[in-house]
């Protein structure tokens, strides 16, 4: 049986677990991608549409001097207040040859908050062609079920939702003094199979390599770990049988897009694996240097300041035109972005759509 893990145990897998981080046993057994082994085909124009997120302020619209041009944010009415949460969730489109091309990738928390901004914001379920998830954790898949459930009629029958390894795992976070355990290990859940393939809705797919999920549109497949300091949190672990390990999220999955004239874009959910990481991987996955976007979760809320500020340097020597943290990224990451690159940073709130190029 599975058993809770004490203090000292806990202290003890981080110490063997750090040792393999030394080794590289670990981190360096992720994926291996060749240089430019993904042709990936340019799209002519991308949407992104965040429909949740933790923060919304429904006054950013109004910015003088104006936001950039690329940039369209929900305002709301006194019929129509916008949720945020802790939870994210993307609805996504490419154009190729004239042709669109739509996916759902991650599903947020709260499912009355979720679908009320997916009606606000006008977003057809019939026109999706794909569904995925970037890892598994409960503020990503929390809200799938229900979705499913309550789109029945319109989800194209046996569409593919796309997973990375281990995403069916029940995870755990050490927090002692936490609301549901004071003594350590927090249970996170379990997103089940079984519960998934009852519904007879969709078709999962597991993969390890760089895949895409729609034209235009390449999930990461597993990332590459290259960084001397992207070594994921301390906090986090996975039940595997009937053992505990740290969680390195081998699985977890970011998206790569290709825009027309002006490069990569890489929207990650919450990039356990690293940004840094996780854009290195896609420039070399593909053979593109030039990095147009960084979008999404960074992961670093209550990291310590020097990986920060070495996660920062090193996004700003990749340089890309814009960055936009989100999600998990934490207040003391998201400033330093802003104060580092301030001509490429961009505030997130819940309900932008970014529309590229501009």
Not at 18 to 29: F, N, S, T, Y
Not at 169 to 175: E, I
């Amino acid at each position: 049986m599975f058993k809770q893990m004490n203090r000292r145990e806990f202290l003890k897998t981080s110490m063997v677990t750090g040792a393999m981080w030394m080794a590289g046993d670990v981190l360096k057994g992720g994926a291996t991608v060749a240089y430019g082994s993904v042709k990936i085909p340019e799209v002519e124009k991308l949407v992104i549409t965040v429909i949740t997120d933790n923060y919304y302020d429904c006054l950013r619209w109004n910015l003088y001097p104006p936001d950039f041009k690329m940039v369209k944010r929900y305002m709301i009415g006194p019929d129509s207040s916008f949720h945020a949460e802790h939870g994210l969730s993307y609805y996504i489109e490419t154009w190729i040859d004239g042709k669109s091309y739509a996916f759902m990738f991650d599903y947020g928390l709260d499912f009355q908050g979720v679908s009320k901004n997916m009606e606000l914001l006008n977003l057809d379920l019939k026109k999706l062609d794909a569904m995925g998830i970037s890892h598994g954790h409960f503020d990503h898949w929390g809200n799938l079920i229900a979705i499913l459930k309550h789109n029945s009629t319109k989800l194209r029958k046996g569409i593919p939702l796309y997973i990375g390894e281990e995403t069916f795992n029940r995870r755990f976070a050490n927090l002692p003094g936490g609301r549901y355990d004071p003594s350590g290990m927090q249970d996170l859940g379990q997103l089940k199979r079984e519960d998934i393939e009852t519904l007879g809705l969709v078709k999962i797919i597991e993969i390890e390599e760089p895949t895409p999920i729609v034209p235009g549109a390449y999930l990461t497949g597993n990332i590459e770990r290259v960084t001397g300091y992207e070594k994921g949190s301390p906090i986090l672990f996975i039940k595997r049988g009937d053992k505990m390990e740290l969680d390195l999220f081998m699985g977890e999955q970011s998206i790569v897009f290709n825009v027309k004239g002006k490069g990569l874009v890489v929207l990650s959910s919450c990039a356990h694996a690293g940004i840094v990481n996780t854009v290195k991987h896609a420039k070399k996955m593909t053979g593109i240097d030039k990095v147009h976007v960084i979008i999404g979760g960074f992961h670093l809320i209550g990291a310590p300041i020097p990986k920060i500020q070495s996660t920062v340097a090193d996004i700003k020597a990749i340089n890309p035109d814009y960055i936009i943290p989100m999600h998990c990224t934490g207040w003391e990451a998201v400033t330093m972005f802003e104060r580092e690159m301030p001509k490429q940073f961009i505030i997130n709130t819940a309900g932008t759509r970014y529309i590229f190029p501009a």
